[in-house]
């Protein structure tokens, strides 16, 4: 169906508590030299900005943003609602002072994870149709018009 | 279960239904149906599931205006939380080079060291484009690089001019540099600088006759400034645009005749050119019901460009209008104006807006990958 939340295929085999990773991270290479360290840090490593909120359920989360604002909270928050699969989405900016925004995810099926990184891939969809579309209708207008630059 | 299941029995919505729910009515008083509400489960048994697809076949762009500083286009299809993340993008996410830092190493006219800095902050700055776009990168720590930091240079002292007439009352005249302009910063490349920004790409300000300071004679001004990357969101100096704002499509509707002298004043109630006036048809005249009946010849009001329509209500506040006319505006129509401060051209702009917000989703994308769950 189309507009649906992709399911993550079930994980074949139990991982060893060993070998799991603490987080899905990618894991650091191993070096650790202290000149070398400092190479690494000028490679600038993301530092995490998404958390899942205690008291989530799978298909009831809210997620915490750290250092974004109402520009993707919106748009985040009208297309994850364009899916089917969601009982409930909305956003909020606890505190105007604090670089936090919250999102709250409810589904009727699948996984509240999904439904966001559904939404994530949506939005990125819609810019390159955004893109491609202003990009065709500004050369028309500019050869109508004999607009060079 | 999902409520969006298709039920069986749900007629497709009309053109007029369609209509209505992309209008939101503007009233005497009230403004209504302001909220979108294509989503699922909100009509029984319609699919209001985002597709791409579907996006695009109901997505449009038109061109009103593209000046290099200035573009006019209209957004339709879309809904109003990614227009505005497209709008407040423009603003405040798209990097600028501007004065960041001021060293005054001697300043003796009457405009204070801190008031002079703020000044030279707002200036606006052009410059090469591969330079600023891909060469140029974000200040990090406290040491200054060719590629994080651009030196600019203001010394001038204001003299008398002994050419002019003792009698000379005109400042400008009778002393040299008595006005400080934009036009006297003298930019100094360094390192790798020089390849990017000289000749034509060298930093300049866009506009050279930006009035900075006034002087008298023995006044002297005389400072180096230093000019980082920096966001709209952290000071409105660092924002490409001058104004980036939409507005709806304004609709009008007349919903019964206006005639004869009204049909006048209704056109005088919206900015010209957006109500016309034509003469009843004969055909018109003889057809029963149309409220045309008997007036073959006289002028009526037609609506001819709503988009240069205000949105002033005026027409509302007269009584023999009443019932005869519904304001409205398109719910996913969005007149978009993009006015450049110089340092990009305005469409190419807009197209950086798109590409922004695309990457920051795609970072999200990867942050919700790496997140402990």
Request: hydrophobic share 35%.
């Given at each position: 169906?189309?507009?649906?939340?992709?399911?993550?295929?079930?994980?074949?085999?139990?991982?060893?508590?060993?070998?799991?990773?603490?987080?899905?991270?990618?894991?650091?290479?191993?070096?650790?030299?202290?000149?070398q360290?400092?190479?690494?840090?000028?490679?600038e490593i993301?530092?995490?900005?998404?958390?899942?909120?205690p008291?989530?359920?799978?298909?009831?989360?809210?997620?915490?943003?750290?250092?974004e604002?109402?520009?993707?909270?919106?748009?985040l928050?009208?297309i994850?609602?364009?899916?089917?699969?969601?009982?409930?989405?909305?956003?909020?900016?606890p505190?105007?002072?604090?670089?936090?925004?919250?999102?709250?995810?409810q589904?009727?099926?699948?996984?509240?994870?999904?439904?966001l990184?559904?939404?994530?891939?949506d939005?990125?969809?819609?810019?390159?149709?955004?893109?491609?579309?202003?990009?065709?209708?500004?050369?028309q207008?500019?050869?109508?018009?004999?607009?060079?630059r | 279960m999902a409520?969006?299941?298709?039920a069986?029995?749900?007629?497709?919505?009309?053109?007029?239904e369609?209509?209505?729910?992309?209008?939101?009515?503007i009233?005497?008083e009230?403004?209504?149906?302001?909220v979108?509400?294509d989503?699922?489960g909100?009509?029984?048994?319609?699919?209001?599931?985002?597709?791409?697809?579907?996006?695009?076949?109901?997505?449009?762009?038109?061109?009103?205006q593209?000046?290099?500083f200035?573009?006019?286009?209209?957004?339709v299809?879309?809904?109003?939380?990614?227009?505005?993340?497209?709008?407040?993008?423009?603003?405040?996410?798209?990097?600028?080079?501007?004065?960041?830092?001021v060293?005054?190493?001697?300043?003796?006219?009457?405009?204070?060291?801190?008031v002079?800095?703020?000044?030279?902050?707002?200036?606006p700055?052009?410059?090469?484009?591969?330079g600023?776009?891909?060469f140029?990168?974000?200040?990090?720590?406290?040491?200054?690089?060719?590629?994080?930091?651009?030196q600019?240079?203001?010394n001038?002292?204001?003299?008398?001019?002994?050419?002019?007439?003792?009698?000379?009352?005109?400042?400008?005249?009778?002393?040299?540099?008595?006005?400080?302009?934009?036009?006297?910063?003298t930019f100094t490349?360094?390192?790798?600088?020089?390849?990017?920004?000289?000749?034509?790409?060298?930093?300049?300000?866009?506009?050279p006759d930006i009035?900075?300071?006034?002087?008298?004679?023995?006044?002297?001004?005389?400072?180096?400034?230093?000019?980082?990357?920096g966001?709209?969101?952290?000071h409105?100096?660092?924002?490409?645009?001058?104004t980036?704002?939409?507005?709806l499509?304004?609709t009008?509707?007349?919903?019964k005749p206006?005639?004869g002298?009204?049909?006048?004043?209704?056109?005088?109630?919206?900015?010209?050119?957006?109500?016309?006036?034509?003469?009843?048809?004969k055909?018109e005249a003889?057809?029963?019901?149309?409220?045309?009946?008997g007036?073959?010849?006289?002028?009526?009001?037609?609506?001819?460009?709503?988009?240069r329509?205000?949105?002033?209500?005026?027409c509302?506040r007269?009584?023999e209008?009443?019932?005869?006319?519904?304001?409205?505006?398109?719910?996913?129509?969005?007149?978009?104006?993009?006015?450049s401060?110089g340092?990009?051209?305005s469409?190419?702009?807009?197209l950086e807006a798109v590409?922004?917000?695309?990457?920051?989703?795609?970072?999200?994308?990867?942050?919700?990958?790496?997140?402990?769950?």
């Open positions: 169906m189309p507009g649906r939340t992709k399911k993550d295929e079930p994980t074949a085999q139990d991982t060893n508590m060993e070998d799991a990773p603490p987080s899905a991270q990618p894991e650091a290479e191993e070096v650790d030299t202290e000149d360290e400092e190479v690494q840090e000028e490679e993301e530092p995490q900005r998404v958390r899942i909120l008291g989530s359920t799978d298909t009831a989360a809210s997620f915490e943003f750290v250092d604002g109402h520009t993707v909270g919106n748009a928050r009208y994850i609602m364009k899916n089917p699969d969601v009982e409930f989405c909305a956003y909020s900016i505190h105007p002072s604090e670089p936090k925004m919250n999102l709250r995810i589904t009727y099926d699948g996984l509240a994870v999904d439904a990184k559904k939404g994530l891939a939005l990125q969809d819609i810019c390159d149709v955004v893109t491609d579309e202003f990009t065709t209708k500004k050369d207008f500019n050869a109508e018009h004999g607009i060079v | 409520p969006s299941t298709k069986q029995w749900a007629q497709p919505p009309s053109k007029e369609l209509e209505r729910r992309n209008t939101v009515n009233n005497k009230t403004v209504t149906n302001t979108s509400t989503f699922p909100h009509f029984p048994g319609e699919d209001h599931a985002f597709s791409i697809d579907r996006f695009q076949s109901g997505f449009d762009i038109t061109f009103h593209n000046d290099q200035h573009a006019s286009f209209s957004l299809g879309i809904d109003a939380s990614l227009a505005n993340a497209f709008r407040r993008i423009l603003i405040a996410e798209i990097p600028t080079l501007a004065i960041e830092n060293f005054i190493t001697n300043n003796t006219s009457v405009i204070q060291d801190e002079l800095a703020h000044r030279l902050g707002l200036i700055f052009k410059g090469g484009r591969e600023l776009r891909n140029l990168r974000f200040k990090k720590g406290e040491d200054a690089q060719d590629y994080d930091t651009v600019l240079d203001l001038v002292t204001c003299t008398v001019n002994t050419d002019a007439s003792p009698n000379e009352t005109d400042p400008l005249k009778a002393y040299h540099n008595a006005h400080v302009y934009a036009k006297d910063i490349p360094q390192g790798r600088q020089e390849q990017y920004f000289s000749g034509e790409d060298a930093i300049v300000p866009v506009n009035l900075i300071a006034k002087m008298r004679p023995r006044q002297t001004i005389e400072l180096s400034m230093y000019m980082n990357l966001v709209g969101s952290d409105s100096k660092f924002s490409p645009v001058a980036a704002s939409y507005r499509m304004p009008i509707k007349i919903t206006i005639i002298a009204d049909a006048q004043k209704f056109a005088n109630c919206f900015p010209e050119g957006v109500i016309g006036l034509e003469k009843v048809s055909k003889g057809q029963r019901g149309s409220g045309y009946e007036h073959a010849g006289e002028l009526k009001a037609v609506v001819v460009d709503p988009m329509d205000t949105v002033s209500r005026e509302l007269h009584e209008f009443e019932g005869k006319v519904q304001l409205g505006r398109r719910r996913d129509h969005f007149i978009f104006s993009v006015e401060t340092q990009w051209d469409d190419e702009l807009f590409k922004k917000l695309k990457q920051k989703c795609k970072k999200l994308e990867d942050q919700v990958d790496n997140m402990v769950r």
